[in-house]
């Protein structure tokens, strides 16, 4: 082993890792024993896995020793071991969506995602928690276990990807593959102090996600550092035939856009912030400190010669009420596929009962409590005599929040705002509250509706706890985020000293 | 059909009823139990009456958006491809037999 230490390969870079496995400092098995062994000793407090194969993440290692040892050709991201969100199929290994209605399933094939970033020679170490069905923003509607924050462990990780920022955030991975419906992988990186990204819908491949609301649902990085993001972006991004919503265009050029950022020069690039997410008359709800760390890091933008304007998006008031019933509507289609028949969990077929019974059965056992909820509100929502007030009427409003980011785009390069409202809750705070727990994703809705990109990245401390900075661009123009976001972080680790998520556990 | 007769008129603001709510979870196949019926009508009143803020937007002449990314169709040549295995597919089932999925009766006994 060389003189990199256990703590050093799991709370350092993935690009890092990349380059020292490249140079030969480091081997696959080695990166890979280190986290298996952190994710031993630290996961039964943690929580971040459902599943983790330390055979055969091992095995995927040593292949890619053995090749490396051979002189074959590898990817940069060759032998660097990494975390799949378990809504993203997996040949052979057990996939759930956090749902008792499809426990003990092993798929019978690899997601586009999946089987890409295993063509790039990545080692799986596990899949992890999130909300059942992607639906939730604490993770607690996981049907088997508690994900903790790395933070403050009586803290929800955020969600519905809390299983991956928990894992990221606590060195039990170097990155993970999270999605995001309506903020997904953008709020649990925001409140875990890790950097996440949403990218264009249509450019990274859904099939094989298990389908949340098919109109939103696009799977991205969560990483430690942007260039980070940038890098597993393009791994999973670009066109696929097996999604028919997939756009046919050349994945952007992400990983040379973070390194530009971080040279820290942003002259002629316009910024807006948006006064209806946290700014004045716009402050409900949104905490004090978050917001100061907000115009600090629009301030640091300004310092490296961004022009800063307010923007209006007054259509954004309405982004809440539209996407709780464009979401549940798309959901209680999608998730009709739970039907008890082809695979997952049947319940009650004893010879007595007829199909229709069987069903309501398997599903009234197999899916929790806000699944039921947006299943039975956006059946609502679809039905005759409601359908016009309800879904057609929020179809609009989508159209008013597009047009809102399209006036933007005339008189700025990128929109920006706080990701979350606040820093993470305490665990069970809003479990009762299905509107409190909406809130939380209050500021990364109009992104999602409108299809554009968005990432969040880390700006600091509130009461101890991570705050992220969000910053948004047009569709397909995702080196926008990375570029600015590379500036941002590059910045505060210069003015800290230090990167934010050395400050975990007192570690700085 | 029922359904029609009894919803037809949207309820007053937040009246979603314990009856419409196991209305629309039979028909979404949900066998919810009493205390989920208790549960869920309170709580879908409050969602709903937040979400019936989209009605406040004038949206006069707007088209709706059902996607975000502007797409026609998506055409493929007509060729044969490889399907999953029948019985890797039927080993992910709850139930199979004679290389088919196996069911509960759809029909009733007279039928």
């Known amino acids: ?508 | 059909m029922e359904f029609r007769r009894s919803m037809s008129t949207p309820s007053p603001k937040g009246q979603l009823t314990r009856d419409e709510v196991a209305h629309l979870a039979h028909l979404s196949r949900l066998a919810v139990s009493d205390e989920e019926l208790d549960l869920f009508a309170g709580q879908l009143a409050a969602v709903l009456d937040a979400v019936a803020q989209v009605g406040k937007a004038d949206v006069a002449d707007v088209p709706p958006t059902t996607h975000a990314v502007p797409m026609t169709n998506v055409m493929r040549p007509d060729v044969v491809r490889p399907s999953l295995p029948r019985d890797v597919v039927l080993d992910g089932a709850p139930a199979a037999e004679d290389d088919r999925f196996r069911v509960p009766r759809i029909l009733g006994e007279e039928a």
């Not at chain 1, 983790?52 to 940069?76: N, S, Y």
């Not at chain 1, 004893?350 to 299943?375: C, N, P, W, Y």
Request: charged share 20%; with cysteine; net charge negative.
């Open chain 1, 1 to 508: 082993m060389s003189d990199v230490t256990a703590t050093d390969i799991t709370t350092t870079s993935a690009a890092a890792l990349g380059e020292a496995l490249r140079a030969g400092e480091l081997s696959s098995v080695e990166v890979t024993r280190a986290y298996l062994d952190r994710i031993q000793a630290e996961d039964a407090t943690i929580g971040a896995y459902l599943h983790v194969d330390a055979e055969a993440a091992l095995r995927a290692a040593e292949q890619v020793d053995a090749a490396r040892a051979k002189g074959e050709e590898l990817g940069p991201l060759a032998g660097v071991p990494l975390a799949l969100k378990d809504v993203v199929v997996t040949e052979g290994v057990p996939t759930t969506s956090g749902s008792k209605i499809l426990e003990g399933w092993r798929p019978p094939y690899d997601a586009t995602v999946a089987a890409r970033l295993k063509a790039a020679g990545t080692v799986l170490l596990g899949k992890t928690n999130m909300d059942e069905f992607a639906m939730g923003s604490s993770t607690e509607n996981s049907a088997y276990r508690v994900t903790r924050n790395p933070w403050d462990t009586d803290r929800i990780p955020g969600g519905s990807s809390g299983g991956s920022s928990a894992a990221v955030a606590a060195g039990l991975a170097p990155w993970a593959i999270g999605t995001d419906t309506g903020g997904s992988i953008r709020q649990p990186a925001a409140v875990t102090g890790l950097v996440g990204h949403k990218p264009t819908y249509g450019s990274v491949s859904r099939s094989g996600l298990i389908a949340f609301s098919s109109s939103l649902d696009q799977a991205g990085p969560m990483t430690r550092t942007v260039l980070d993001a940038a890098l597993l972006h393009e791994a999973i991004g670009g066109h696929d035939p097996l999604d028919s919503t997939s756009i046919d265009a050349p994945v952007p050029v992400l990983a040379e856009a973070a390194r530009r950022g971080a040279g820290g020069d942003l002259s002629g690039l316009r910024v807006g912030v948006v006064t209806e997410l946290g700014g004045d008359g716009h402050t409900d709800g949104y905490e004090p400190g978050v917001l100061a760390r907000v115009a600090e890091a629009v301030a640091l933008l300004e310092g490296m010669g961004a022009e800063v304007r307010q923007v209006s998006c007054p259509a954004f008031d309405l982004a809440l009420p539209a996407y709780y019933l464009i979401a549940p509507s798309e959901a209680s289609s999608n998730l009709a596929r739970f039907d008890g028949v082809r695979y997952g969990l049947r319940v009650g077929d004893d010879g007595s009962r007829d199909l229709d019974e069987v069903m309501a059965l398997t599903r009234e056992q197999g899916f929790g409590h806000e699944v039921k909820r947006r299943i039975i509100l956006g059946t609502y929502a679809l039905s005759s005599g409601y359908y016009d007030a309800y879904y057609g009427q929020a179809q609009k409003v989508r159209t008013l929040i597009t047009r809102d980011f399209t006036s933007a785009w005339d008189d700025v390069d990128v929109l920006v705002s706080p990701t979350s409202p606040t820093v993470a809750w305490p665990i069970g705070a809003r479990v009762d509250d299905p509107i409190a727990m909406y809130a939380a994703d209050l500021c990364t809705l109009p992104a999602s509706l409108a299809g554009i990109p968005a990432i969040s990245v880390p700006c600091g401390l509130s009461e101890g706890l991570p705050v992220g900075f969000q910053i948004m661009a047009p569709a397909l123009a995702d080196d926008r985020c990375y570029r600015v976001a590379a500036a941002l972080e590059a910045a505060q680790d210069a003015a800290r000293g230090h990167a934010l998520l050395d400050a975990i556990g007192g570690r700085a």
